[in-house]
């Protein structure tokens, strides 16, 4: 079965660190690949997405992904953190073949200011 | 604001019980879908309907359907409530629900089951 797996499930940074996220799938086929957020009291919404192409992402907030086809893997980065960008972050995968998404269990990031 | 909305917010309820969850999607959204996010499984999809139709099935157990109705916002139904069913419902949305769409995702309902 496909699954999604996000490496860490608390992070904790200081203000203007950098920032990776790991995100990793098991499926061989052509994929879509999603970082959805969400912000504390507030809805999940798409951070970015990758469905061909180019293989570096930019999104929203100045978050970018790079899609590593070899390695299954689609991380999430960003230079320079905010307070702001305390949130869950959701990597997500779905398939050519199949409506469904399947959802990694989602990495706590609290920014310290 | 996603313009999606859910109702009800939270529903506190007993086991044995029924309750409906409804969802409004965006207006022109054809697709609906249904997750649940619970401390131990994470988000799971449940089920998706476009245009009032069936299009997939995920995880999603007996004691619980769904619908979408020509107005085309959706309703789930969760029977016979055990407590693992206590969790977080949401609802997403797309134009026509394809694999590469972006979801729009309502403010979900907490259900507590005691």
């Known amino acids: 079965a496909q699954s999604v797996s996000q490496h860490n499930h608390h992070v904790i940074l200081s203000e203007a660190a950098s920032l990776e996220l790991g995100c990793n799938y098991s499926y061989g086929g052509t994929v879509n690949l999603f970082w959805y957020v969400q912000y504390p009291g507030q809805h999940l919404q798409l951070l970015l997405k990758y469905f061909s192409g180019d293989p570096l992402v930019k999104g929203i907030k100045g978050f970018e992904a790079e899609f590593i086809k070899s390695k299954f893997s689609f991380n999430l980065r960003k230079p320079s953190v905010q307070w702001s960008d305390t949130a869950e972050y959701f990597c997500a995968v779905s398939l050519d073949s199949n409506y469904q998404l399947i959802w990694g269990a989602g990495t706590k990031l609290i920014i310290k200011p | 604001d996603s313009g999606v909305t859910q109702t009800p917010k939270h529903l506190i309820t007993a086991t044995g019980q029924r309750v409906t969850l409804r969802c409004s999607p965006r207006s022109g959204d054809l697709s609906v879908y249904w997750y649940q996010q619970s401390l131990d499984q994470g988000l799971q999809f449940l089920i998706q309907?476009?245009?009032?139709?069936?299009?997939a099935k995920g995880n999603i157990l007996e004691r619980f359907s769904a619908q979408q109705f020509p107005d085309l916002h959706s309703e789930l139904n969760l029977s016979s409530l055990e407590l693992g069913d206590s969790a977080l419902y949401f609802c997403?949305?797309?134009?026509?629900?394809?694999?590469?769409?972006?979801?729009?995702f309502g403010p979900g309902t907490r259900l507590t089951v005691l």
């Open positions: 309907y476009y245009n009032g139709e069936e299009r």
């Open positions: 997403a949305s797309t134009k026509v629900g394809l694999p590469g769409d972006e979801q729009f």
